[in-house]
T-cell receptor
Framework: DGGITQSPKYLFRKEGQNVTLSCEQNLNHDAMYWYRQDPGQGLRLIYYSQIVNDFQKGDIAEGYSVSREKKESFPLTVTSAQKNPTAFYLC????????????FGSGTRLTVV | QKEVEQDPGPLSVPEGAIVSLNCTYSNSAFQYFMWYRQYSRKGPELLMYTYSSGNKEDGRFTAQVDKSSKYISLFIRDSQPSDSATYLCAMSGAQGAQKLVFGQGTRLTINP
């Protein structure tokens, strides 16, 4: 069953902690993306990767880090430097031609406690 | 000014009504236009895809692109409560490797 798996579905973080959100895909897509979604603000791009071992900052990269060691995986770490991390995080992928549309995962809801 | 503008709503209509959702954009290089539907606490799913200008119909859904006005629309006929969701427009330029630019999303509720 092809698709994107994001885990966990819900995540709670204490102040000062780093947490890592998982994104795995079996669509054989080259490009992967991380978005943050806040109520009423749409999707904001955090990081994206077009190829293994390479990634670029998006519009709101501060306080986040990523890696792309395998084509199938693009984990996102929310560091303690991210001052307002409570949000819904979405991972997406696209084939070689990005403008043919993205496929999204089901998201991870991160809450600071 | 944002590259893509979309009224966030919320928009509430009775069941069976025709719904019109719209986006405007400023970048004349945009050639690929998409509409995504997102249910609460879920990831967006691709609903309609259009290249360049014109109309595209799929069941109760019609997507329209007017490049001269930099305006795209999504029409939903015979709206159902199951259509209640947030609808996001997205678009990108002519080059194959350009990222999508998303609108803010419009929250739609269809009342039984």
């Amino acid at each position: 069953d092809g698709g994107i798996t994001q885990s966990p579905k819900y995540l709670f973080r204490k102040e000062g902690q780093n947490v890592t959100l998982s994104c795995e895909q079996n669509l054989n897509h080259d490009a992967m993306y991380w978005y943050r979604q806040d109520p009423g603000q749409g999707l904001r791009l955090i990081y994206y990767s077009q190829i293994v071992n390479d990634f670029q900052k998006g519009d709101i990269a501060e306080g986040y880090s990523v890696s792309r060691e395998k084509k199938e995986s693009f984990p996102l770490t929310v560091t303690s430097a991210q001052k307002n991390p409570t949000a819904f995080y979405l991972c997406a992928t696209s084939g070689q031609l990005m403008n043919y549309g993205y496929t999204f995962g089901s998201g991870t809801r991160l809450t600071v406690v | 000014q944002k590259e893509v503008e979309q009224d966030p709503g919320p928009l509430s209509v009775p069941e069976g009504a025709i719904v019109s959702l719209n986006c405007t954009y400023s970048n004349s290089a945009f050639q690929y236009f998409m509409w995504y539907r997102q249910y609460s606490r879920k990831g967006p799913e691709l609903l309609m895809y259009t290249y360049s200008s014109g109309n595209k119909e799929d069941g109760r859904f019609t997507a329209q692109v007017d490049k001269s006005s930099k305006y795209i629309s999504l029409f939903i006929r015979d709206s159902q409560p199951s259509d209640s969701a947030t609808y996001l427009c997205a678009m990108s330029g002519a080059q194959g490797a350009q990222k999508l630019v998303f609108g803010q999303g419009t929250r739609l509720t269809i009342n039984p």
